[in-house]
């Protein structure tokens, strides 16, 4: 059975080894990370007033991650704050059981109760199942980021 909890700093070896896992998995779109990359600070994830990171764990162990940060917005926009997603994964042995799901309406009603609408996350153009994974719940293309490396 799936069970949903904050993250916890006992939980930071795990989340570690999940985040390197992430990182891998995405290292194909972005031939730029570093070898020794890390994508959070997961004391301050795990500390900070205005996030929510949880973890889905079966049968006691953590199969699924992810946050929201409510962060400030940018001037131009109509919105103050919006809620940043992040550190979306699910160990490959449990996708396509909806966990991802499950995992982003929780944290988007966080959000919701706290008076965040607009919801923001990153994900590389190439990654298609992630891509067709956030559309199913609702999130649509925004902006593309543009690169060029010389």
């Not at 194909?28 to 994508?39: G, I, R, S």
């Not at 990654?127 to 902006?143: D, L, P, Q, R």
Request: hydrophobic residues 40%; neutral net charge; glycine residues 6%.
């Amino acid at each position: 059975m799936l069970n949903f909890r904050d993250a916890n700093f006992n939980d930071k070896p795990k989340l570690l080894a999940l985040e390197q896992a992430l990182i891998e998995a995405e290292r194909p779109f972005n031939k730029l990370t570093k070898v020794d990359a890390t994508y959070h600070d997961l004391d301050a994830l795990i500390s900070v007033a205005d996030t929510l990171f949880l973890v889905g764990e079966i049968d006691g162990q953590i199969v699924a991650t992810g946050y929201v940060q409510i962060r400030a917005s940018k001037t131009y926009l109509q919105h103050s704050h919006h809620g940043y997603l992040g550190f979306m994964y699910v160990v490959p042995q449990c996708r396509g059981q909806g966990l991802n799901k499950k995992l982003l309406e929780k944290l988007i009603v966080w959000g919701q109760e706290r008076g965040i609408r607009d919801f923001y996350l990153e994900v590389y153009t190439q990654n298609n199942v992630a891509i067709k994974a956030y559309e199913k719940v609702g999130f649509t293309s925004s902006v593309v980021e543009m690169k060029l490396t010389l």
